[in-house]
């Protein structure tokens, strides 16, 4: 190996027919290699796409032990191709490597042979260079993308709050916890009372963060580490954040579809536009659906994912589930005016599978304070964050959503595991 100047002129994207005779100089992975006579033919990728490389055994000569993912530069003249795949290629002058492969690959990168995730996962960085991998995560990027688009439209801002965290915000089921110099830490969970409080002052506030959650879940939805988008808006109840939730949803999707053409097709799966307006049952009317199905359940129990699947068979796309119990509810949680046993809450379904929980929130502290004792919580502990009540704390609702749920729907994909690169769960610290 030897240390050259990189200076790429191009990316493969932009190198076309019409640059006949231009000498260009590209940078990018051997991903094949096919020696013809007096002929090697190189396919290289970078990461805007691929091109055919002819050396001839002169030039070749210089580099005669590359493997397949080394990293070289490639310098050459635009020429006509014959080959069908191709718009054009490279006839080179000079190839270098600038990085070798070291064979054999722990996996296939480009994915012929398939490989178990968990091989994959071991050795993500290369994976990375198989395009469906790499199209998820670029597909990841446009819904981030398009997700901050349409919150800055709506007067959104975003915020950032701590993830180290020195009391357990919401009652201190499923929390990791640390030592910080000698006190007792904890990662958050959600950014759930912070949120709330920057409603003064910012009024509609947006976070797009990494929440934690020690829950020993061996399921296709469930990370320990998962990705939240919240929001939390002033003067608005549920039915409004319901209705930011849906244009957001209904956004994305739209604007996935459109901007990630080349990536649907790498990865073999149209996105399909969901219907709006979605669907609204209550928690009331999710309970006689299931009844009918003979899963007896009474006022007050919890929709088990057993339950959720049942509801799935009439439901099997986007709605919402709203107006729960009261009690199944954590205490931020405001009650419905003409009936306390309810709550003005939701969560947005895809079938079974549960996106996003949200509400209308008491401002009220001293009812909030009440709702604390009612769930065996103590309320001096929240009195860091019950002081901002007191300071002018407006009407407010909100939700959050798992970014990584999201994504296995809009990419029809069943384990969130394939989108988001290094997962955490109960058996995967590493790497
Ligand atoms: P579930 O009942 O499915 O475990 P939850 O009701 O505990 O979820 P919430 O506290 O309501 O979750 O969090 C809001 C959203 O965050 C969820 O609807 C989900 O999309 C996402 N989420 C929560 N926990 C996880 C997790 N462990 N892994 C991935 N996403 C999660
Ligand atoms: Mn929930």
């Not at 002058?93 to 070291?102: C, P, R, T």
Request: a negative charge; charged letters at 30%; aromatic letters at 8%.
């Amino acid at each position: 190996m030897i240390s050259v100047k990189i200076n790429r002129t191009h990316y493969i994207e932009d190198i076309n027919a019409d640059m006949k005779g231009q000498e260009v100089i590209l940078g990018g992975w051997v991903e094949d290699l096919r020696k013809m006579g007096k002929m090697t033919f190189l396919t290289l990728r970078d990461v805007t796409g691929i091109t055919q490389i002819i050396l001839t055994d002169d030039v070749m000569k210089s580099i005669d032990d590359i493997t397949r993912q080394s990293v070289v530069r490639v310098t050459g003249k635009i020429q006509d191709t014959k080959a069908r795949d191709f718009e054009c290629e490279i006839k080179a002058d000079e190839i270098n490597v600038l990085a070798k492969a070291v064979h054999p690959l722990p996996i296939d990168p480009l994915g012929r042979l398939e490989s178990h995730i968990d091989n994959r996962l071991n050795s993500r960085a290369l994976d990375m260079r198989n395009q469906k991998t790499a199209s998820i995560f670029k597909i990841r990027h446009h819904v981030l993308a398009s997700l901050r688009k349409i919150f800055i439209e709506k007067k959104f801002t975003e915020i950032t709050t701590p993830k180290i965290i020195g009391s357990a915000s919401e009652g201190g089921a499923n929390l990791f916890s640390l030592d910080y110099f000698g006190k007792q830490a904890y990662l958050a969970q959600s950014p759930q009372l912070y949120k709330e409080q920057m409603t003064i002052g910012l009024e509609r506030v947006f976070e797009i963060a990494s929440f934690y959650r020690a829950e020993k879940s061996h399921t296709g939805r469930h990370l320990s580490e998962f990705t939240s988008v919240d929001i939390e808006a002033a003067f608005m109840d549920y039915t409004d954040v319901m209705n930011v939730l849906e244009d957001l949803v209904l956004n994305t999707f739209k604007y996935v579809s459109e901007n990630c053409k080349k990536e649907q097709e790498i990865i073999g799966n149209k996105i399909t536009m969901p219907n709006g307006p979605f669907k609204k049952i209550t928690y009331s009317q999710a309970l006689e659906e299931l009844n009918r199905k003979d899963a007896k359940l009474e006022f007050g129990d919890d929709l088990l994912d057993s339950h959720l699947r049942i509801i799935e068979e009439n439901h099997p796309d986007f709605y919402f589930i709203t107006d729960w119990p009261i009690k199944l509810k954590p205490f931020y949680i405001m009650e419905k005016e003409d009936n306390p046993e309810l709550s003005e809450s939701f969560d947005l379904q895809y079938g079974y599978l549960e996106l996003s929980s949200g509400g209308s929130r008491l401002h009220n502290p001293e009812k909030i304070k009440i709702r604390l004792s009612e769930q065996n919580l103590d309320p001096a502990k929240f009195s860091e964050h019950l002081q901002a009540f007191d300071w002018g704390m407006p009407p407010h609702a909100g939700w959050g959503l798992g970014l990584e749920r999201l994504l296995t729907v809009i990419l029809g994909i069943d384990n969130v595991r394939e989108v988001i690169l290094y997962p955490r769960d109960p058996e995967r610290l590493k790497p």
